[in-house]
Structure formats: C-alpha cells, structure tokens
C-alpha cells in the first residue's frame, strides 16, 4: 500500500505541472473531452446492455415487428459506439503529443542548463542514460497514464452503472443450490466482488516481481543501446587497434544481461498469463453457471434476461478486475514512472550542487580580471586537487599554464567556466565578459559546416563570406567552399583540422577570454606557431591562457604559470616573464 502511495504522489508531481503551464487550457480540454467521451461510452454500454435483453427476447418469442425495431436501434447505438471511439483515439493521441512535446522541453530545459547535464555526469550518473528517459520514458509516461487513468475511471463509472442493473437483475431471482430455492438479495453482485477479489490478490502476489525485472529491462536495453552508440562514435580508433573482437565480447556480454533479464520476464509473464486467461475464461461461464438454473429449472426468467445477467454482471467483474487485466501494463508504467523520477531527483542534486555555497561559485569581479582569491578545487570523491590563493588572469595578456599530466590543469579551466562546483571558494569573472573554452578535442555539431564553425552561434549571424575567410585563414581553405554541406564533422575531419576549426571559432565569436586546452596539440610546430601568431594578430584585446607541454609555446606567452605539487595537493606558482615579442 505504501508503494502504491508513493507511486502515485510521483505521479502526480511529474504529471500535474503539464495541467498547470502555458498549454494548460488545451490540456484541460482535451482530457475533460477524453473523460467525457468515455462517460459517454459506459452509458452507450448501459443502452446496448438494455437492448440485448429486448432483442434476445423478441428472438426467443419470435417476435418479428419488434427483432426488426431492435436491429435498427443496434445499428444507431453501435454508431455512436464507433464515432465515440474514433474521437476518443484521436483526442487521446493529440492529448498525449502535446503532453509529450510539453515534458520534453521542460526536460531539455533543465537538463542543458548551466552545464547541469555536466554536473549530473559528474555526481555519478545517477540517472543513466538521460536520452531515454526524455524519448522513450517520457513517451510511455504520457501513454500510459492516460491509459491507465481513464481505464481507471471507466472501470469505476462502469461498476456504478452496472452494479445497479445486476443488482435490480438478481434481486428477486432465487440462488438455486443442491435442489434448494435461497433467497440471497444482489448474490450475483457479491459473487462478482467475491470472483474479483480472489483473481486480484492472486494477479499481485504472481506478477509483483515485474516491476524490477521491467524497470531493469529498460536500462539493460538503454545501457546496450548507448555502448553500440559509442563503438559507431569511435570506429576509427576501433579499427586502428584492431579492437572488433574486444567490443564484440563487450556487447555480447551487454547484451547477455538484455536477454537474461528478459528470461525472468517470460517465466513471470508465463506464469501471470496463464493465470489472468484462465481467470477472464472462466468468467465467460461463471455468471450463466449461477443464474442458469433460475432460466433452465425454475423458468423465472427468459433468454432476454439472462443474457443481459450474463454481460452485466462481466460488466461489473471487468471493472472490479482492472487490476488483474491492466496488471502488466501497471508494472511498466511503475518502472517508468521509477526512472522519471530518478532523472527529476539527479536533475536536482545537480542544480542543488551548484547552488551550495560551500561549493566552487562565481562573482561578479569588481575589476577587468578574472580573480581567483581564494579557491581549493577538489575532486568529486572530496580529495583535494588544486589550491590557489590571490591569482589572476589579467585582460590582454597571454598566459601559459605547465604541470605534470594529472595535476589538474583542465579541472582548473572547467571550476573558471563555471561547470566544477566541487570545492570551495570563489572565482571573479568581470560582469558580461565573454568566455570561450577551446579543449584538445573540440566539439562539431552534426549539420552543416557553417553550423559547426559557429557554434554555439546561429549561422544566420555570421556572414557566409566571413567564415570562408577565417577557414582560409586557420589553414583550411579546402573547406571553405563546403560551407552548406552536411556531415558528421568530428568523423569527417582529422584531429588537427578539427582543432583548426576550433581557432576559427574563436576568431568568429571575439571572446574577451580565450582559454586553450592543448587545443593545437595535434599540429606540428610551425602550424601551431602560425595559428598562435593568427590570434595575437586577429584578437589583439583577447587574454589568452593555454595549456600546454611544448616548450615552443613559451614564445607567444608573456606569461607562465605552473602546477607544483604542494603536500597532498597542487598549488599555482607564478614566474613573471619578459614580455614576448
């Protein structure tokens, strides 16, 4: 009882904000015409419920004046029937579209969001696989809730609508046992109630373990899907090691734990399957079983009649079985229902994560530089990593940072774009000041080139003409005539050129800071000595800091900094250099 609480107040918190945002009157509508038309439905249901007695009877007494009325008020009923349902599939599914559209932009939204999708990485990945949770989870959420709710609701609308017929069928009818007439007021209710019961708690004590075997079905297959995601992401370097048959072995392995998982769900399935089929056949028979002796024995009651007994009372068992036919759909809406909320609470550490004050913070800086007065950078598991005290990257000048590999150079570039909170202290960034991080692999965009040169730009605000002459100018005028072509950029291009590319961005962009993360490490000397040269001489106001290891990067540098072990920690030193030419 307790979980189904707890699922439902989850429920309600990812589902009620839908109904209360900017598309809430088209959502409103649209579930209150659902709601009605299934309203409608369970009464077009009660009137064919009440024909059936009326044309069966007229067929018993052979009655042709009124079998020929009664087959033309089936036909208008059942044309209500038809253009109900057809209304009702088609409002569902605009509803759920628009539902869907609604929860995948507030997702996306807070999930690329001040680098929360990075932080959220960084905690641990608590959600795993954030792309399914906002395509597939989202989808079957909105599916089957609806499903679920007005199933729900029809089941509820429909006991109370035909309760009161079985009960009015059953009330004078005598329950004949062992030759014996007794009278039992509604029996035929109670044994409806009583048949419901029993299939229900048997329905939940075999299918209960489907709820973990469904909610780890869907992230064994997430998980799956993102390994065979990233081999295609790097089949180049695959191949060059000639690692096909390691990652075959790991997808094969991953795969394994797909297809075990589903094994336990066929045994249950099996076993839940043959129950709720042996329990929906033998409700067929159950309630002419009971009042058939009152049709075939006492003769109180004609076929009209006993045929109505025998719809209503499977009218009033399905509604009292919803649990028991919906059972597997309600353990997979429960496993989604699980992840969406995993991906909500991850979502939120991460921001609650960056808004700790005793986390790393920026401020506004009451100067032109970027100020590191105070700052320890720590790793995620709370083990310090970088201390710096009263530093600054000052405007215009070009900075060098050095260190052994591990001594946190890069974590130090992320804690000042603002994406590392773990740590203490503050870093003061001038107000609307422009930063631009340049890491070793730079990030292309699957679109078009002038897309990718841009980004995170529009291509719209950067000039056709201007990018092909920055192309030309970073050493890639072979692309320069490729502008509107589409590709996958980051396979299309070597390291070295996609690092190119990530100078020609920054000349588009003109940040005020310009941070290089071994960003030319992949050129060779006098291309990264002609492109540093193209910065000094294209961004003459821009602060440059780099990291690098080649001792030629001292040339374009007035400034070198280094990471030094210091106890259990790396600490900044600065050595003033004389300017460079």
Same mark, same amino acid.
């Given at each position: @009882?307790?979980?189904?609480?707890?699922?439902?107040?989850?429920?309600?918190?990812?589902?009620?904000?839908?109904?209360?945002?900017?598309?809430?009157?088209?959502?409103?509508?649209?579930?209150?015409?659902?709601?009605?038309?299934?309203?409608?439905?369970?009464?077009?249901?009660?009137?064919?419920?009440?024909?059936?007695?009326?044309?069966?009877?007229?067929? $018993?007494?052979?009655?042709?004046?009124?079998? &020929?009325?009664?087959?033309?008020?089936?036909?208008?009923?059942?044309?209500?029937?038809?253009?109900?349902?057809?209304?009702?599939?088609?409002?569902?599914?605009?509803?759920?579209?628009?539902?869907?559209?609604? @929860?995948?932009? &507030?997702?996306?939204?807070?999930?690329?969001?001040?680098?929360?999708?990075?932080?959220?990485?960084?905690?641990?990945?608590?959600?795993?696989?954030?792309?399914?949770?906002?395509? /597939?989870?989202?989808?079957?959420?909105?599916?089957?809730?609806?499903?679920?709710?007005?199933?729900?609701?029809?089941?509820? %609308?429909?006991?109370?609508?035909?309760?009161?017929?079985?009960?009015?069928?059953?009330?004078?009818?005598?329950?004949?046992?062992?030759?014996? /007439?007794?009278? !039992?007021?509604?029996?035929?209710?109670?044994?409806?109630?009583?048949?419901?019961?029993?299939?229900?708690?048997?329905?939940?004590?075999?299918?209960?373990?489907?709820?973990?075997?469904?909610?780890? $079905? $869907?992230?064994?297959?997430?998980?799956?899907?993102?390994?065979?995601?990233? %081999?295609?992401?790097?089949?180049?370097?695959?191949?060059?090691?000639?690692?096909?048959?390691?990652?075959?072995?790991?997808?094969?392995?991953?795969?394994?734990?797909?297809?075990?998982?589903?094994?336990?769900?066929?045994?249950?399935?099996?076993?839940?399957?043959?129950?709720?089929?042996?329990?929906? $056949?033998?409700?067929?028979?159950?309630?002419?079983?009971?009042?058939?002796?009152?049709? !075939?024995?006492?003769?109180?009651?004609?076929?009209?009649?006993?045929?109505?007994?025998?719809?209503?009372?499977? &009218?009033?068992?399905?509604?009292?079985?919803?649990?028991?036919?919906?059972?597997?759909? @309600?353990?997979?809406?429960?496993?989604?229902?699980?992840?969406?909320?995993?991906?909500?609470?991850?979502?939120?550490?991460?921001?609650?994560?960056?808004? /700790?004050?005793?986390?790393?913070?920026?401020?506004?800086?009451?100067?032109?530089?970027?100020?590191?007065?105070?700052?320890?950078?720590?790793?995620?598991?709370?083990?310090?990593?970088?201390?710096?005290?009263?530093?600054?990257?000052?405007?215009?000048?070009?900075?060098?940072?050095?260190?052994?590999?591990?001594?946190?150079?890069?974590?130090?570039?992320?804690?000042?774009?603002?994406?590392?909170?773990?740590?203490?202290?503050?870093?003061?960034?001038?107000?609307?000041?422009?930063?631009?991080?340049?890491?070793?692999?730079?990030?292309?965009?699957?679109?078009?080139?002038?897309?990718?040169?841009?980004?995170?730009?529009?291509?719209?605000?950067?000039?056709?003409?201007?990018?092909?002459?920055?192309?030309?100018?970073?050493?890639?005028?072979?692309?320069?005539?490729?502008?509107?072509?589409?590709?996958?950029?980051?396979? @299309?291009?070597?390291?070295?050129?996609?690092?190119?590319?990530?100078?020609?961005?920054?000349?588009?962009?003109?940040?005020?800071?310009?941070?290089?993360?071994?960003?030319?490490?992949?050129?060779?000397?006098?291309?990264?000595?002609?492109?540093?040269?193209?910065?000094?001489? &294209?961004?003459?106001?821009?602060?440059?800091?780099?990291?690098?290891?080649?001792?030629?990067? /001292?040339?374009?540098?007035?400034?070198?900094?280094?990471?030094?072990?210091?106890?259990?920690?790396?600490?900044?030193?600065?050595?003033?250099?004389?300017?460079?030419?």
């Amino acid at each position: @009882m307790n979980n189904i609480r707890s699922t439902l107040a989850t429920v309600w918190r990812i589902a009620s904000p839908y109904f209360s945002s900017e598309d809430k009157w088209a959502g409103r509508g649209l579930l209150g015409a659902v709601i009605s038309i299934e309203l409608l439905l369970v009464g077009n249901d009660v009137l064919v419920n009440q024909w059936r007695n009326r044309w069966y009877t007229a067929l $018993q007494n052979k009655d042709w004046d009124t079998f &020929k009325f009664e087959t033309m008020v089936f036909c208008g009923l059942a044309t209500v029937s038809v253009v109900l349902g057809v209304y009702q599939l088609y409002l569902n599914q605009w509803l759920q579209i628009r539902w869907r559209n609604w @929860m995948t932009n &507030k997702y996306l939204g807070e999930w690329l969001h001040d680098a929360n999708h990075y932080r959220m990485q960084l905690a641990g990945d608590a959600a795993d696989n954030p792309d399914q949770r906002m395509s /597939d989870d989202v989808k079957l959420f909105v599916s089957q809730t609806l499903a679920i709710g007005v199933g729900l609701l029809s089941a509820v %609308v429909t006991l109370a609508s035909f309760v009161i017929i079985l009960w009015g069928l059953s009330a004078a009818l005598p329950l004949l046992l062992f030759g014996s /007439d007794l009278t !039992f007021p509604g029996y035929l209710v109670w044994a409806a109630l009583v048949y419901a019961v029993f299939g229900t708690m048997l329905t939940q004590w075999i299918g209960s373990p489907l709820v973990n075997l469904d909610f780890n $079905q $869907q992230r064994l297959e997430a998980d799956f899907r993102f390994n065979l995601v990233r %081999v295609r992401e790097n089949s180049e370097q695959i191949a060059l090691l000639r690692g096909e048959s390691a990652e075959r072995g790991r997808l094969s392995e991953r795969f394994g734990r797909v297809v075990g998982n589903w094994y336990g769900i066929m045994s249950r399935t099996k076993r839940l399957t043959a129950f709720t089929q042996s329990y929906a $056949q033998a409700s067929v028979i159950f309630p002419f079983v009971l009042a058939g002796p009152a049709y !075939f024995v006492s003769k109180s009651i004609q076929l009209g009649v006993l045929i109505q007994i025998g719809e209503a009372f499977g &009218k009033v068992q399905d509604a009292l079985s919803f649990f028991v036919t919906a059972y597997r759909t @309600m353990a997979e809406w429960r496993a989604t229902v699980a992840r969406l909320d995993g991906f909500e609470n991850s979502i939120s550490s991460a921001e609650k994560l960056a808004a /700790d004050p005793a986390s790393i913070h920026t401020r506004p800086a009451s100067g032109g530089d970027i100020a590191l007065p105070q700052l320890l950078v720590k790793l995620p598991n709370g083990a310090p990593l970088v201390s710096v005290s009263r530093f600054s990257f000052r405007p215009g000048e070009r900075t060098l940072v050095t260190g052994p590999s591990g001594a946190g150079k890069s974590t130090l570039f992320r804690a000042v774009a603002g994406i590392w909170p773990f740590g203490n202290g503050a870093i003061e960034v001038p107000r609307d000041a422009t930063l631009m991080m340049l890491p070793q692999r730079p990030y292309l965009p699957i679109g078009s080139l002038h897309d990718a040169v841009v980004y995170p730009g529009e291509a719209a605000g950067y000039d056709a003409g201007r990018v092909r002459e920055v192309l030309t100018a970073v050493g890639l005028p072979q692309l320069a005539t490729r502008l509107e072509e589409e590709a996958h950029w980051n396979r @299309m291009l070597s390291l070295g050129e996609q690092q190119r590319l990530g100078i020609a961005r920054a000349l588009l962009h003109t940040p005020q800071f310009l941070f290089l993360d071994e960003a030319t490490a992949s050129l060779d000397e006098p291309s990264e000595a002609a492109l540093y040269q193209l910065i000094a001489a &294209k961004l003459p106001d821009t602060t440059v800091v780099s990291i690098g290891h080649r001792s030629t990067l /001292d040339a374009f540098h007035q400034r070198n900094i280094a990471l030094v072990r210091d106890g259990e920690r790396f600490a900044l030193r600065d050595a003033v250099k004389v300017a460079a030419s």
